[in-house]
């Protein structure tokens, strides 16, 4: 059992509703953002729009930078919840809660009840986790596949370890336990390979591979290992194959190139320096970040046999990350997001020895903590006025009142950091981590719903209001180096997008009058390069940092 009394079953009962209400509640209280969100939703939509579940279209176009698996998630959440924010997030959420029961059952496994409730809880409220867990994006889905192969993986170890060490005649008895964690493990990575790709095989394995470099006892079965590549390569490889037998290796050849692009070049202008991803994971895990300062390898208690080796495959799974994606060329805050798993797991495992009194509350440790959290809260203060400021240097005025109640969010996150810290200074470590997660919660509904919209008030909506007066005009929407997923989502129809590298575009339509007017859409600062290229089109309107411009129909079309 997971919890030896009544006391237990409802920390995990709270925690699991926590969870809940932290992910799901305020899930549509924002519009989806350019461009992951709309990427994943419009692709889900089209799907169920032309009844293709075997290809991936986006604009009328083959997708082909990601396996189908996240979007047959999104398109049964659209049956169930229909096509709106909600359905296209609820996968994430879904995932997220379920990534929080990993975290519970993993650590009460290895060590303690109560080092499971941490992980859970640092792992749920750790700053880009809980976004990519609230957003309709692929990631905490591609994790929580990473994360039950990589431990399950370590859980079939143990489990081989125990019936070899058993007499033969009572082997029948235990025979399933190894085998069916392996194949968990198998089929975890499998779908995730189907989720996003083959680094959801590759960092289990990392993970796996040098625990048993370490810890080489029991040898790997033969008949153990082709089991694992077999079935797993079954699951990742079923829909490439029945692909290539309905289409051809126009998809496989695409997604090869795609992901070797992402090694060679920095793919829509993100080139960052080589340690952005160690910055990215000190940031992520706030506002836990001072506790990882806290762990000593040395310190790991002998009494517990399964906390060691965790620890060893979490140390080789950060690692692999890190390295991995600091070669990479292009470099995003998601690409190593599954690093928030083991990280979690270290700071959960440093405040557990600080209820143990194992470790002592540093002064700077906890001023760090402080430091942090009133950094983020200024943040949210001053967002309207950094806003604000940022538009009038470009000249671009938005008629956007800023209510007090904006205000709220960094006000009662702060308190919230307050009052832990004080706990924290205390030794009343439980209740800190408890509170400091309902500061996060507050903080979160807070940007979720007021500063999320206002936000794309200012960045999204512009557009997406002149592609539907465009719409309603019955004319012909055409972008000009600029791309928007948003705007296909929400607008449901296609757009010819011009000189941009995710869609071939026609400009040869902008040069002669076509048989409908064109509301052509682009960015400000193209807009001198917009005529030079074009110079049939006229100038209509400005609106936020868009611009538009209409070439009318032939008149003898009229």
């Given at each position: 059992?997971?919890?030896?009394?009544?006391?237990?079953?409802?920390?995990?009962?709270?925690?699991?509703?926590?969870?809940?209400?932290?992910?799901?509640?305020?899930?549509?209280?924002?519009?989806?953002?350019?461009?992951?969100?709309?990427?994943?939703?419009?692709?889900?939509?089209?799907?169920?729009?032309?009844?293709?579940?075997?290809?991936?279209?986006?604009?009328?176009?083959?997708?082909?930078?990601?396996?189908?698996?996240?979007?047959?998630?999104?398109?049964?959440?659209?049956?169930?919840?229909?096509?709106?924010?909600?359905?296209?997030?609820?996968?994430?959420?879904?995932?997220?809660?379920?990534?929080?029961?990993?975290?519970?059952?993993?650590?009460?496994?290895?060590?303690?009840?109560?080092?499971?409730?941490?992980?859970?809880?640092?792992?749920?409220?750790?700053?880009?986790?809980?976004?990519?867990?609230?957003?309709?994006?692929?990631?905490?889905?591609?994790?929580?596949?990473?994360?039950?192969?990589?431990?399950?993986?370590?859980?079939?170890?143990?489990?081989?370890?125990?019936?070899?060490?058993?007499?033969?005649?009572?082997?029948?008895?235990?025979?399933?336990?190894?085998?069916?964690?392996?194949?968990?493990?198998?089929?975890?990575?499998?779908?995730?390979?189907?989720?996003?790709?083959?680094?959801?095989?590759?960092?289990?394995?990392?993970?796996?591979?040098?625990?048993?470099?370490?810890?080489?006892?029991?040898?790997?079965?033969?008949?153990?290992?082709?089991?694992?590549?077999?079935?797993?390569?079954?699951?990742?490889?079923?829909?490439?194959?029945?692909?290539?037998?309905?289409?051809?290796?126009?998809?496989?050849?695409?997604?090869?190139?795609?992901?070797?692009?992402?090694?060679?070049?920095?793919?829509?202008?993100?080139?960052?320096?080589?340690?952005?991803?160690?910055?990215?994971?000190?940031?992520?895990?706030?506002?836990?970040?001072?506790?990882?300062?806290?762990?000593?390898?040395?310190?790991?208690?002998?009494?517990?046999?399964?906390?060691?080796?965790?620890?060893?495959?979490?140390?080789?799974?950060?690692?692999?990350?890190?390295?991995?994606?600091?070669?990479?060329?292009?470099?995003?805050?998601?690409?190593?997001?599954?690093?928030?798993?083991?990280?979690?797991?270290?700071?959960?495992?440093?405040?557990?020895?600080?209820?143990?009194?194992?470790?002592?509350?540093?002064?700077?440790?906890?001023?760090?903590?402080?430091?942090?959290?009133?950094?983020?809260?200024?943040?949210?203060?001053?967002?309207?006025?950094?806003?604000?400021?940022?538009?009038?240097?470009?000249?671009?005025?938005?008629?956007?009142?800023?209510?007090?109640?904006?205000?709220?969010?960094?006000?009662?996150?702060?308190?919230?950091?307050?009052?832990?810290?004080?706990?924290?200074?205390?030794?009343?470590?439980?209740?800190?981590?408890?509170?400091?997660?309902?500061?996060?919660?507050?903080?979160?509904?807070?940007?979720?719903?007021?500063?999320?919209?206002?936000?794309?008030?200012?960045?999204?909506?512009?557009?997406?209001?002149?592609?539907?007066?465009?719409?309603?005009?019955?004319?012909?929407?055409?972008?000009?180096?600029?791309?928007?997923?948003?705007?296909?989502?929400?607008?449901?129809?296609?757009?010819?997008?011009?000189?941009?590298?995710?869609?071939?575009?026609h400009p040869q339509i902008l040069n002669s009058k076509q048989e409908q007017d064109l509301f052509v859409i682009t960015e400000?600062?193209?807009?001198?390069?917009?005529?030079?290229?074009?110079?049939?089109?006229?100038?209509?309107?400005?609106?936020?940092?868009?611009?538009?411009?209409?070439?009318?129909?032939?008149?003898?079309?009229?």
């Amino acid at each position: 059992m997971l919890y030896s009394n009544r006391n237990e079953l409802l920390w995990f009962i709270g925690l699991t509703v926590f969870a809940t209400l932290f992910l799901v509640l305020g899930l549509d209280a924002a519009p989806l953002i350019d461009w992951d969100e709309n990427i994943y939703a419009e692709a889900s939509r089209q799907m169920i729009e032309r009844g293709d579940y075997l290809n991936i279209y986006i604009n009328s176009y083959p997708f082909a930078e990601k396996p189908p698996f996240f979007f047959w998630m999104v398109s049964v959440s659209y049956h169930l919840f229909g096509i709106n924010e909600f359905g296209a997030r609820f996968p994430s959420a879904f995932s997220g809660v379920l990534s929080v029961w990993m975290c519970f059952y993993f650590g009460t496994k290895v060590k303690s009840f109560r080092l499971g409730i941490l992980w859970g809880l640092i792992y749920l409220t750790s700053f880009l986790p809980s976004i990519f867990a609230r957003s309709a994006v692929i990631d905490h889905t591609f994790n929580l596949f990473i994360m039950l192969s990589t431990f399950s993986l370590y859980a079939y170890d143990v489990r081989y370890k125990r019936f070899l060490s058993l007499e033969k005649n009572s082997r029948d008895t235990v025979l399933i336990d190894h085998w069916m964690l392996l194949t968990i493990a198998s089929i975890s990575m499998g779908l995730g390979v189907l989720t996003k790709g083959p680094l959801a095989g590759v960092i289990p394995l990392v993970g796996y591979g040098f625990f048993k470099v370490i810890y080489p006892y029991p040898r790997i079965s033969w008949l153990h290992f082709f089991f694992c590549g077999a079935l797993s390569l079954s699951v990742a490889l079923s829909w490439y194959i029945a692909n290539w037998w309905v289409h051809g290796f126009k998809f496989i050849e695409d997604f090869i190139g795609f992901q070797m692009a992402l090694f060679s070049k920095p793919l829509e202008g993100n080139e960052r320096p080589f340690y952005y991803h160690f910055v990215v994971a000190l940031v992520g895990i706030f506002p836990w970040t001072p506790f990882l300062f806290l762990f000593n390898p040395g310190h790991v208690p002998k009494e517990h046999p399964h906390l060691r080796p965790l620890l060893v495959i979490s140390t080789a799974w950060l690692v692999f990350v890190l390295v991995l994606f600091s070669i990479v060329t292009t470099k995003l805050p998601h690409y190593s997001a599954s690093i928030y798993v083991p990280l979690s797991f270290v700071v959960a495992f440093c405040l557990e020895r600080l209820i143990d009194k194992k470790l002592s509350v540093n002064r700077w440790i906890v001023g760090f903590f402080l430091m942090l959290g009133t950094l983020f809260s200024v943040l949210l203060l001053l967002f309207p006025t950094l806003m604000d400021n940022h538009f009038i240097k470009q000249g671009i005025v938005f008629e956007i009142q800023w209510l007090k109640s904006y205000y709220l969010p960094g006000i009662g996150f702060f308190l919230g950091i307050v009052v832990a810290c004080i706990l924290f200074w205390r030794r009343r470590i439980w209740f800190a981590a408890w509170v400091t997660a309902l500061a996060m919660f507050f903080g979160t509904q807070g940007v979720w719903r007021v500063h999320v919209p206002v936000y794309l008030q200012y960045v999204q909506k512009p557009l997406l209001d002149l592609v539907q007066e465009a719409h309603i005009k019955n004319g012909k929407v055409v972008f000009y180096r600029l791309v928007s997923f948003a705007a296909l989502f929400y607008g449901k129809r296609p757009i010819e997008m011009l000189h941009t590298y995710k869609f071939p575009g026609h400009p040869q339509i902008l040069n002669s009058k076509q048989e409908q007017d064109l509301f052509v859409i682009t960015e400000r600062k193209h807009k001198k390069s917009l005529k030079n290229d074009h110079p049939l089109v006229q100038f209509s309107q400005d609106l936020g940092t868009y611009s538009l411009f209409i070439l009318p129909r032939s008149s003898e079309k009229r």
